[in-house]
């Protein structure tokens, strides 16, 4: 059993910075891919970005390539994603997520995930 917290969400302008936490409870974190989606109301839970176990292969979704960085720390048992260059359509809220299958794009490559964290970046 893996349990997520995300943390660091807030409200912003356009164009503003943050950097989001997740903070994972068990000893085999460092088996996990890790990964951050997003979701708006009325919309489905979209891919953001994720990171392999060892952190050797990350990929991002088109429209956040260039401004989001995902990281993380192992011995931390850690995940973040630092945004940059935030736009409204940015605003959402954020998930992170465990896989022990894959560092996959799907929702349904994850077993766990955290509560979410709102994000709102205005104009």
């Known amino acids: 059993q893996v349990q997520l917290v995300e943390s660091g969400g807030g409200s912003v302008q356009a164009g503003g910075s943050l950097r989001l936490s997740c903070a994972a409870s068990?000893?085999?974190?460092?088996?996990?891919?890790m990964g951050w989606f997003r979701q708006v109301p009325g919309k489905e839970r979209e891919f953001v970005a994720v990171?392999?176990?060892?952190?050797?292969?990350?990929y991002y979704a088109d429209s956040v390539k260039g401004r989001f960085t995902i990281s993380r720390d192992n011995a931390m048992n850690a995940v973040y994603l630092q945004m940059n260059s935030l736009q409204p359509e940015d605003t959402a809220v954020y998930y992170c997520?465990?896989?022990?299958?894959?560092?996959?794009?799907?929702?349904?490559?994850?077993?766990?995930w955290g509560q979410g964290t709102q994000v709102t970046v205005s104009s």
């Open positions: 990171i392999s176990s060892g952190g050797g292969t990350i």
């Open positions: 068990g000893r085999t974190f460092v088996r996990y891919a």
């Open positions: 997520a465990s896989s022990d299958l894959r560092a996959g794009v799907r929702t349904r490559d994850y077993q766990y």
